[in-house]
């Protein structure tokens, strides 16, 4: 019974990441026509800093990074460019080291790592003889979870996140008239904190903060709508 | 003598005097002009009463009446005096209507005003043609001036805001004209308004003059107003001008200007409104529609040019196109250079330069990076760009020329690599960098990826299925727990029926001295009792699972151990020893569930 048990259990998982994997192809259930790829936003950074436009390629730099963090060629023309506008590379550890691969097939991986926890478990209830084989793939199955925790962990901080395209004053208030706090210079990756108007609220890499023009700065992950 | 005959005549005098004032009834007339304002604007309402009748304002509910002047006359005609009073108020309303104003006295009249609900007012134009012509009796003014009334959605046509003011009425202007329709946009109007002066219905006006562009949303017969916020001067009392009325000089001395000077004032804010302007405004055809056409409307020209016109593998160039002419520049989009082969081409970026202070002509500039992935000549195909053009009222579509470009082999490319066409979408090389941008070289771009770059696990579609996933395990996991202590129970509540026969056996083999018989039911007995509390199969119970949940001493370990003795070497025991193993097992087993 067990066994059944098990397997029902298995099966249902399957199906209910099946049926997931089905929405992603249904049309406009994503409202993009088409795709990000992480060497085409690379190529596409390369383009604009060799054009002197920091800012879009560093934009372009993070977001091929966030679909490929371990890409070495990313993170050293990213470092370039950042060095060349005058930034320091950013000291985000568990962005630049807790992340492994694409954030999709981390999601995936960590759907995968639940679902062999689980029947694994079921299924060691039954025997003896598949018992240690049974906690080595729950063991598996939860270390996949824990890393794909992790990559969501990590990513988080991306939400948020934004590049300065030109330098811009940051204000004290989301009007032209306010006074000027600091200036934010062009391809500096600030957080967006609240919008009003058009001005956003940011916070820079020193937690100082300020509005900008919301025509300066772009998110890294750019809202599902504006595609 | 002469003092006497003196105060005789004063005293005479006076009491004429005194008499024919007594001797006058009091008259009480009032007036009301113009009989019909729009609602905004104001009346004049004039009561008049002889002698000394006092005169109060009119209690009309939804008429708002000020007193803006007051005047007395006093005539003597054939030795008769007579003294007149007249008090002038300014009357407003609240709302539209038609208002009876009673009569102030004997001989009085009711006043009938008509408050009509257009919103024009004394501060708007009065034509309902195009909103070019004004009042000359209000203070300021609003007009359009446009070069023509019907249009095409998109169609940006240029207007003239003008403001007239009369100067030392109108205080201050409050901000910049606004449009007031939703059919319609309108451009930055242009910096500094041009001033002139100019003299309508013989009153001067200051006329501010700001250009823009307007262009229509949608089609249908639309209209718009202009309107100013701006701040005028009200009098709160007014000189009287009848002794010059006679002298032909009424207007002189009722001019605001003039009784600025001499009266009190108060100040206003108000809104002036030009007259709603009309339009007929088409939709585009449908008919010979481009398949490029953005939405562009006006007439444009197109030329385009490339950055380097000879380049090295992998060196990024820059494809520029200029659209320039006359137009809504907000919808010129172009789609640039896709798919080319042997072209690797990027998004494109725009940048708009005006050449007017209004953004209705100008040049749209269009750059998309691209990169050569093959050596050799090669030419970068004509670039198409349709728009509407209204004077034509036709959809026309320019292109510029094929360009070519001489890509050089690259210095750090393999030959073999570059003797072969390179795979789609893929570049091959990269660029020679300088020592001060050695950026690494771009990879191959299968186009494969996300449609967003919001990981799936902060997607709502996807953030339920590990929740989903757990709850089905915790499930599962509960449901299997759960038959397990079914089964359990089950099986310890059928445990005594199962053992009975073994100790009734035990009783026969005790009595038949059979020391093998004796051992093996006890053991039975005891699997049968401890399967279900242990969940083991009942024939799966050893003396291991035995020692490990009771202990290697415990008595029960002996059983079993003497079990498999006298099944192999055989036992001997007495009476006492096998009395000895009965209560043992009887013991172990509870008493209640054998009763």
């Given at each position: 019974m067990i066994t059944r048990v098990s397997m029902t259990f298995l099966a249902t998982a399957l199906l209910c990441i099946g049926a997931s994997g089905a929405v992603a192809a249904v049309p406009g259930s994503g409202s993009a026509s088409e795709a990000y790829s992480a060497a085409g936003l690379y190529n596409q950074a390369n383009a604009a800093a060799r054009a002197g436009q920091l800012g879009e390629a560093v934009l372009d730099y993070e977001r091929a990074a966030l679909l490929a963090p371990r890409d070495s060629d990313i993170r050293a023309n990213l470092a370039q460019v950042r060095a060349r506008a005058g930034l320091a590379t950013p000291g985000n550890w568990l962005t630049q080291h807790a992340r492994i691969a694409d954030p999709n097939l981390m999601f995936w991986l960590a759907s995968l790592g639940i679902v062999l926890t689980g029947a694994s478990l079921l299924a060691r209830r039954?025997?003896?003889?598949?018992r240690q084989p049974l906690a080595g793939v729950a063991l598996v199955g939860l270390a996949l979870t824990l890393a794909g925790v992790t990559d969501a962990i990590a990513t988080?901080?991306?939400?948020?996140e934004a590049v300065v395209m030109q330098a811009s004053a940051a204000r004290a208030?989301?009007?032209?008239a306010a006074d000027s706090l600091f200036v934010v210079p062009q391809a500096e990756v600030v957080r967006r904190i609240e919008d009003h108007g058009d001005y956003t609220l940011v916070r820079d890499a020193q937690n100082r903060e300020g509005w900008l023009p919301r025509s300066s700065v772009r998110s890294i992950i750019p809202p599902e709508a504006s595609r | 003598m002469k003092i006497t005959t003196l105060k005789t005549s004063t005293t005479a005098l006076l009491a004429v005097l005194w008499l024919s004032i007594a001797d006058a009834a009091p008259i009480v007339s009032q007036q009301i002009e113009p009989a019909t304002i729009a609602l905004g604007s104001a009346a004049r309402l004039t009561v008049t009463a002889s002698g000394d009748t006092a005169i109060t304002p009119p209690m009309v509910p939804g008429l708002e009446f000020v007193a803006v002047g007051q005047s007395r006359r006093i005539e003597s005609v054939n030795g008769v005096t007579r003294s007149t009073s007249a008090v002038t108020y300014q009357v407003s309303a609240s709302q539209p209507g038609v208002y009876t104003i009673p009569g102030s006295g004997s001989g009085s009249e009711p006043l009938v005003l008509t408050v009509t609900p257009d919103g024009s007012g004394s501060h708007a134009s009065t034509s309902p043609a195009d909103g070019n012509r004004e009042r000359t009796d209000a203070s300021a003014f609003v007009r359009l001036r446009l070069p023509k009334h019907d249009l095409y959605v998109g169609e940006v046509v240029p207007v003239d805001i003008q403001v007239g003011v009369r100067e030392g009425i109108v205080?201050?202007?409050?901000?910049l004209p606004t449009l007031n329709g939703d059919a319609f946009t309108l451009n930055k109007l242009s910096g500094e308004p041009q001033r002139a002066e100019e003299v309508i219905g013989g009153k001067p006006f200051t006329v501010f003059t700001w250009h823009s562009a307007l262009a229509a949303v949608k089609p249908g017969a639309l209209s718009l107003t202009m309107a100013i916020p701006l701040t005028e001067r009200v009098r709160t009392a007014r000189v009287d001008s009848g002794l010059f009325r006679d002298a032909g000089m009424d207007d002189l001395f009722n001019d605001p200007a003039f009784q600025d000077l001499f009266s009190g004032s108060t100040e206003r804010e108000v809104t002036a409104r030009s007259v709603p302007a009309s339009f007929t405004v088409l939709a585009l055809p449908t008919e010979g529609r481009p398949a490029d056409f953005s939405g562009a409307v006006g007439h444009f020209t197109v030329s385009s040019s490339l950055s380097e016109s000879s380049a090295k593998l992998g060196d990024p160039l820059t494809l520029s196109l200029r659209v320039s002419g006359t137009g809504n520049f907000d919808r010129v989009n172009a789609r640039m250079l896709t798919d080319v082969e042997h072209w690797k081409s990027y998004a494109p970026t725009s940048t708009f330069k005006p050449t007017d202070d209004i953004g209705l002509r100008g040049e749209k500039t269009f750059e998309q990076p691209i990169i050569a992935t093959q050596t050799g000549p090669q030419v970068l195909p004509a670039i198409l760009f349709s728009w509407f053009d209204p004077a034509t009222r036709r959809y026309e579509t320019a292109h510029t020329e094929p360009l070519t470009a001489s890509i050089a082999p690259s210095a750090d490319a393999a030959p073999v690599a570059l003797a072969s066409p390179p795979p789609a979408n893929a570049v091959v090389a990269a660029a020679p960098e300088t020592a001060a941008s050695a950026l690494r070289p771009d990879h191959v771009d299968?186009?494969?990826?996300?449609?967003?770059?919001?990981p799936d696990y902060y997607r709502p579609a996807y953030m339920a299925l590990p929740s989903v996933l757990i709850l089905a395990f915790l499930g599962a996991w509960a449901w299997v727990r759960r038959g397990e202590q079914a089964a359990s129970h089950s099986a310890q509540a059928s445990a005594p029926q199962h053992v009975q026969p073994y100790l009734s056996l035990m009783e026969k083999a005790g009595a038949a001295n059979d020391a093998e018989l004796f051992f093996k039911s006890a053991r039975t007995a005891l699997q049968i009792w401890f399967a279900p509390r242990w969940h083991l199969p009942a024939s799966a119970i050893t003396e291991h699972d035995v020692e490990r949940h009771l202990?290697?001493?415990h008595d029960v370990s002996r059983l079993f151990t003497l079990a498999d003795e006298s099944a192999y070497a055989g036992v001997r025991l007495n009476r006492v020893d096998f009395a000895h193993w009965k209560r043992l097992v009887t013991r172990q087993i509870q008493p209640e569930a054998l009763s």
């Open positions: 039954f025997g003896k003889t598949l988080a901080a991306t939400l948020n208030a989301p009007i032209p | 205080v201050s202007l409050n901000g299968t186009g494969e990826g996300p449609k967003t770059l919001l202990g290697a001493d």
